[in-house]
């Protein structure tokens, strides 16, 4: 799309200048026919006036540096570079008064900006800054006056969701005096009952009461943000039961009782943080790991 066009065309004709905002509103209507959204549209016509305020900045700024190097040379008697410094004359701080005055009056609105030098050469003229600043305010009004309607509706249904969200809870809260964390966290402790027995083969509690405390905390976190692992400091390093049943576990409450499908990545990320002496472990060996009649029959009777 040709931004240029849209804005200079739309500024160069009397009738629509006149006009501005009802004209950018009837050109973003046509794109909205392409499929550009009003952000697009409208950054898209206020990068042209971006691009004409860097010219005009840099026009300034060259000015400046030789009304600058010109009043260096007033104030100390030199005619250019090529001299040497020595003392100025009377007219030599005259001049050097009025550079001075000249460079404090600049502006940008000094520096117009030449529209034949754009390629194609289609507009001729100049455009100064507060005529920048003329079709910025009518873009921006136009822009706000397309996307209220947009916000107004999106507060109706953002309110109708809310007020769905609170009957919702309401009904929850009449049917039980739990909170939904609560409710997964001890579907989280009754799930992992076991890890508080102790382990047949060795004979220890398969994890202590406090990694365990924090190995549900972590996993109710898990479970509630997207599957995003925790921040863990201190990971387990004391698990007292098979590499199996720690891996068949999550793996089965993540399937069977979350009901989330096919394993991701997530997951195996969340294993090696909260177990230490598991940090290493590959994900196609985690995956692999065999599902003994053991491990279900361990889980299976805690349940």
Not at 51 to 66: A, D, G, P
Not at 167 to 176: D, G, L, R, V
Not at 256 to 278: C, K, Q, S, W
């Amino acid at each position: 799309m040709d931004y240029f066009d849209i804005v200079l065309a739309g500024y160069a004709n009397e009738n629509t200048k006149k006009h501005l905002t009802n004209y950018f509103t009837r050109k973003y209507k046509k794109a909205k026919n392409n499929h550009y959204t009003i952000e697009e549209f409208f950054d898209g016509c206020l990068s042209v006036l971006d691009e004409i305020e860097k010219q005009i900045s840099i026009s300034k700024m060259n000015r400046l540096k030789e009304l600058e190097t010109i009043l260096y040379w007033k104030k100390n008697g030199m005619k250019g570079d090529a001299d040497k410094p020595k003392t100025p004359t009377q007219k030599d701080l005259n001049e050097a008064e009025e550079i001075k005055k000249e460079i404090d009056s600049l502006t940008f609105e000094h520096f117009p900006f030449n529209l034949f030098s754009l390629k194609p050469q289609k507009y001729t003229g100049l455009i100064y800054y507060s005529h920048l600043e003329y079709i910025k305010l009518h873009l921006i009004t136009a822009k706000k006056q397309l996307i209220e309607p947009q916000l107004k509706m999106h507060d109706n249904l953002k309110k109708n969701i809310d007020d769905i969200e609170e009957k919702i809870n309401e009904k929850f809260s009449n049917n039980s005096d739990q909170p939904i964390q609560n409710d997964l966290k001890k579907q989280i402790e009754d799930y992992y009952k076991f890890f508080l027995e102790e382990d047949d083969n060795k004979k220890l509690q398969r994890l202590s009461d406090s990694d365990f405390e924090k190995f549900v905390d972590w996993l109710v976190y898990f479970y509630e943000n997207d599957c995003e692992t925790p921040s863990i400091d201190y990971p387990i390093t004391n698990i007292n039961t098979n590499v199996g049943l720690v891996r068949f576990s999550l793996m089965d409450f993540y399937k069977n009782v979350m009901a989330l499908g096919i394993y991701t990545e997530a997951l195996f990320d969340f294993y090696r943080h909260a177990f230490y002496p598991y940090r290493n472990d590959k994900t196609d060996t985690i995956k692999k790991n065999k599902v003994l009649r053991e491990y279900r029959m361990i889980v299976r009777k805690t349940n």
